[in-house]
């Protein structure tokens, strides 16, 4: 085998404008495509710097349902500080929790899709 990285992550949503407000404006991700490709609207975004983008898969695209995609774990150098700012955009948040190989929470974006953010233990 000689896979690199994994280059997108289908994130099923409902409405692309929502997710990409939420995405963008919540998480800080930049958009790295938005145009218009048979059957819709190609749209992807990621945090500054990542290999890996999120397709956010609009109606039509693929038959994903939307908020089927679970357990993205988001790694972060600060979970707590990321957290407050989740739950000041109004996102409810579960944790920060500590445990064995860091610090972790959980949320959700508009459509279902379980997030998790992280805060790697040093060695782990």
């Not at 000689?2 to 929502?18: E, M």
């Not at 930049?30 to 710097?49: F, H, N, S």
Request: aromatic content about 8%.
């Amino acid at each position: 085998m000689n896979v690199t990285h994994a280059s997108f992550v289908t994130l099923p949503v409902a409405d692309q404008d929502r997710a990409l407000r939420f995405y963008v404006d919540v998480l800080g991700f930049d958009i790295t495509a938005d145009r218009e490709m048979p059957p819709g609207r190609w749209l992807q975004v990621a945090p500054a710097g990542a290999q890996t983008v999120f397709t956010l898969a609009g109606p039509g695209m693929g038959g994903f349902v939307p908020g089927s995609a679970q357990g993205i774990m988001l790694v972060t150098t600060d979970v707590d500080a990321d957290c407050a700012r989740l739950a000041a955009a109004g996102v409810e948040v579960s944790g920060p929790d500590e445990l064995p190989w860091g610090r972790m929470a959980a949320f959700r974006d508009p459509d279902g899709n379980g997030l998790m953010l992280i805060t790697e233990k040093e060695g782990f």
